[in-house]
């Protein structure tokens, strides 16, 4: 007797994170502590996380590209 609901199958962790790499995924966030309605501490959370590949160029270069010239 199986107990899985129809149609669900297991995917490893392994799989998982490919699979969300390969799209990309965007985080957001926010944590506030508070004590008596007085905010002590704020986080707020942006982040992207994707992978990258031969093909995509990197955001960094063009920093890089800029620095090496301002200094020549």
């Known amino acids: 007797m199986s107990l899985a609901p129809h149609g669900q199958r297991e995917v490893s962790l392994v799989d998982l994170l490919d699979r969300l790499l390969a799209g990309g995924v965007v985080l957001t966030g926010d944590l506030t502590l508070r004590i008596a309605d007085v905010d002590l501490v704020r986080i707020d959370?942006?982040?992207?996380?994707?992978?990258?590949?031969?093909?995509v160029a990197s955001p960094f270069e063009a920093y890089?590209?800029?620095?090496d010239e301002e200094e020549a």
């Open 45 to 55: 959370l942006n982040a992207l996380i994707s992978s990258i590949g031969p093909e």
């Open 64 to 67: 890089d590209n800029a620095d």
